[in-house]
């Protein structure tokens, strides 16, 4: 098992540049999310799925589209990127347990 | 606002000895709490979680003891290791919003051999 994978690792972007954040992962979970990482702020919920075709906003939504069309797949999209949305990015899945997320190994984004 | 926060943002601690950490929360209606460790160029990974209708769990050297009248939690490790070295994230949620986690801004511990 893989778990969770993350592409890319790394990416720098100008501002308003677009690019998707890619996840995949392959526990059959129904559920996944997308959270951002910043100094002193913790894990942040930007978007998540609840099954194939069911997306739902999280706290820092704006700037981020998602879609949902398979159980492995859950890409992010950057539309147009600001400087604000430099961060780390991860990727996690769940399962059946109440709150326990496996988390891919992040990409780190930096807009210029 | 933040509704989850881990006051310190750093921990030291001698090899062999017990770590601390703390993390208070606001939001009355968590009542599922996890902690999560994280390494540098990874991912978080699940530690341990607490349910409101209990004070503490344990799991090895990791006891996570839950006070509801002070909307506070903490994590002990006993004893620490080196490879404890890492930073720690606690996180709430309700049980019916399950896995939509609220993080802390985490707390980096470090320890001495």
């Known amino acids: 098992n893989a778990g969770v994978t993350q592409t890319p690792k790394f990416q720098v972007l100008k501002t308003g540049q677009s690019m998707t954040l890619q996840c995949a992962q392959d526990?059959?979970?129904?559920?996944m999310s997308w959270y951002r990482q910043d100094p002193g702020m913790g894990l942040r919920l930007i978007h998540y799925s609840v099954g194939a075709g069911i997306t739902d906003q999280g706290e820092v939504p704006n700037g981020y589209n998602v879609s949902r069309s398979t159980t492995e797949d859950f890409p992010l999209r950057l539309l147009s990127a600001a400087p604000s949305q430099t961060s780390v990015y991860f990727c996690a899945s769940s399962g059946d347990r109440v709150g326990e997320q496996y988390f891919g190994p992040g990409t780190r984004l930096t807009v210029t | 606002d933040q509704q989850v926060k881990q006051n310190s943002p750093s921990l030291s601690v001698q090899e062999g000895r017990i770590s601390i950490l703390n993390c208070d929360y606001t939001?009355?209606?968590?009542?599922?709490f996890l902690w999560y460790k994280k390494y540098p160029a990874e991912g978080p990974t699940f530690l341990i979680s607490?349910?409101?209708?209990?004070d503490k769990n344990e799991d090895g050297r990791f006891t996570v003891f839950l006070n509801k009248s002070a909307k506070h939690l903490s994590l002990h490790i006993v004893p620490s290791q080196p490879g404890d070295s890492a930073v720690y994230f606690c996180a709430a949620t309700t049980q019916a919003a399950g896995n939509k986690l609220t993080f802390g801004g985490g707390t980096r511990v470090l320890v001495k051999p």
């Open positions: 939001n009355s209606m968590f009542d599922y």
């Open positions: 607490i349910s409101s209708i209990k």
């Open positions: 526990m059959n979970h129904e559920y």
